[in-house]
C-alpha cells in the first residue's frame, strides 16, 4: 500500500478525535478563540510547513519577493513545492489549478484569497491557469436548479476575472456545460473513478447511506482538471505537473488525486495551503452568504463596509479605553488586525500597528479605522474592474482554447 493510500485510509475527516478541530471541504469548526490549530492540522493532513528554507528558494529561483501571503504564513502549508520549484529551476513548465463553488450571486472577501494568489503566482512563473467552477457540485449539496447554478457559475467568474487573471493564459469553465463538451474530461473523470473504492470515499469524505449518490460521484470530477489530459486544446499529449493553490480543507480531493494519478501515468499534483479567512464575529464563527454582517461581500458599497467592520467586526480590545491603554488588545482574536494580515501589504505599518495595539497605544477605533480605509478602496476597485468585464470578454476567458503552452520555456 502506498503512503497516499495509508494516508487515505486512516484519515477519516468526520471521525476526528474528540476536542479537535473539524476540517472537512464542508465544515469547519474550532472550539479555540483563535481558531484553527494549523500546526496539528499539518500533521493530520500529513502536509508540509512552508518555512524558511522554502521561501529563500522560491526568492532565489524566481528574483521574486515571495508574496505576504507566503511571508505572514496565510499559506502554510505545501505537498512538493520543492517539486514545482525543481520544475523551474530547470526551465520546464506546469500549470495552475484552483477553483470556487458557487453558491451565491457575490462573492465575499474571503473567496479572492486563492485567486489574488493564484494571479501573482500566474505573473511570477508565467504558467497556464485553468479554474473550475463546481456549479454541478452546488446543485447537488445546496439542491439548486441547474440552470441556478450556471447562472452563479457566471456571476462568480466575472468577480475572478476582476482580479486582472491574463486572458492569453487563463482558462475558466463551468462543470456543468464544459464537461459534456469535452470528452476527454470526462473520460478522465471515469478513469478516476475506476480506480477509487467506495469505501476510499466514505473514509475520506465521510458520506453516508443516506447522501445522493451524486455526491459520492462528485470527488473524481474535482480531480480530473489535476491531470493535463484533461485539457488536451492546451496541454496536447504532454504529460504536465500542476500546482493547485487551495484552502486546506479542499486538500482531501487532492489527497486522492496524488493516489489515483501516479496509476493513470500522471504526475501527483502539488498543492499550497492557505488558512482560513475569519469571519466577522471572530474564528471561531463561520461566514454565511445567509447573514451578510458574517462578510464584506463585493458588492457592498462604502457605507456599508464602514458600518459592518465598525459594528461586528470582532475586537480583541479591552473594556474599558482606561483598561485598553494598561492591559492592551490582543491580536490574536482582533478580527481588524486578522483582516489586516490579509490586505495591507506594508509590513512595516502591520508591524507598527500590531505592536501600538497591543501596548495599548492603538485603540480598537483606530484599528478599524485602517481596515475600512484599506478595504474601501480594495472593493471599489473590484467593483470598477468587473464592471468592464463584458459578456463577450466571459465568453472568451470561457472558450476552450490553445493558451500557448509549450513543455519548455
Not at 287 to 311: P, R
Request: glycine letters at 6%; charged letters at 25%; one cysteine or more.
Amino acid at each position: 500500500m502506498t503512503e497516499e493510500e495509508l494516508k487515505i485510509q486512516n484519515l477519516s475527516l468526520n471521525g476526528s478525535a474528540s476536542g479537535e478541530d473539524v476540517v472537512t471541504p464542508w465544515s469547519v469548526e474550532s472550539k479555540n478563540d483563535t481558531g484553527i490549530d494549523y500546526d496539528k492540522l499539518i500533521q493530520r493532513f500529513g502536509s508540509s510547513k512552508i518555512d524558511k528554507e522554502l521561501l529563500d528558494r522560491f526568492e532565489r529561483i524566481t528574483c521574486k519577493k515571495p508574496h505576504h501571503f507566503l511571508r505572514r504564513g496565510i499559506f502554510f502549508s505545501h505537498r512538493d513545492m520543492h517539486t514545482i520549484l525543481n520544475l523551474y529551476e530547470q526551465g520546464k513548465r506546469f500549470y495552475l489549478y484552483t477553483g470556487r463553488g458557487p453558491s451565491s450571486d457575490s462573492m465575499h472577501l474571503g473567496h479572492l484569497i486563492p485567486f489574488m494568489f493564484c494571479k501573482w503566482l500566474q505573473e511570477v512563473f508565467n504558467v497556464p491557469v485553468v479554474i473550475q467552477l463546481t456549479d454541478d457540485e452546488k446543485a447537488i449539496w445546496k439542491n439548486l436548479k441547474i440552470e441556478d447554478a450556471i447562472k452563479l457559475a457566471y456571476n462568480n467568474a466575472k468577480d475572478i476575472i476582476a482580479c486582472g487573471f491574463d486572458p492569453e493564459r487563463t482558462f475558466i469553465f463551468s462543470d456543468l456545460e464544459h464537461i459534456g463538451t469535452n470528452p476527454a474530461f470526462y473520460q478522465n473523470m471515469i478513469r478516476i473513478q475506476r480506480a477509487v473504492t467506495f469505501n476510499q470515499v466514505k473514509g475520506i469524505f465521510g458520506f453516508g447511506d443516506s447522501d445522493p449518490i451524486g455526491k459520492i460521484s462528485f470527488p473524481p470530477t474535482q480531480a480530473a482538471p489535476a491531470l493535463s489530459s484533461t485539457f488536451p486544446f492546451i496541454f496536447k499529449n504532454a504529460k504536465v505537473h500542476c500546482l493547485i493553490p487551495c484552502a486546506i480543507d479542499q486538500d482531501p480531493y487532492f489527497r486522492m488525486t496524488r493516489d489515483v494519478a501516479p496509476k493513470l501515468g500522471f504526475p501527483k499534483p502539488a498543492l499550497i495551503h492557505s488558512s482560513f479567512f475569519p469571519a466577522m464575529q471572530g474564528s471561531k464563527t463561520k461566514m454565511s452568504a445567509s447573514d451578510s454582517n458574517t462578510a464584506i461581500f463585493l458588492t457592498d458599497t462604502a457605507k456599508q463596509i464602514k458600518n459592518k467592520v465598525n459594528k461586528h467586526a470582532f475586537s480583541g480590545g479591552q473594556a474599558t479605553v482606561e483598561e485598553h491603554r494598561q492591559l492592551g488588545g490582543n491580536c490574536d482574536v482582533d478580527i481588524a488586525y486578522q483582516w489586516l494580515r490579509f490586505f495591507l501589504e506594508d509590513d512595516e505599518k502591520l508591524e507598527q500597528l500590531r505592536k501600538g495595539y497591543t501596548s495599548g497605544e492603538i485603540l480598537t477605533g483606530e484599528l478599524k479605522k485602517e481596515l475600512i480605509n484599506i478595504l474601501q478602496p480594495l472593493v471599489a476597485t473590484h467593483q470598477e474592474n468587473r464592471s468592464k468585464i463584458t459578456d463577450d470578454m466571459l465568453n472568451a476567458f470561457m472558450l476552450p482554447r490553445d493558451l500557448g503552452f509549450v513543455t519548455n520555456k
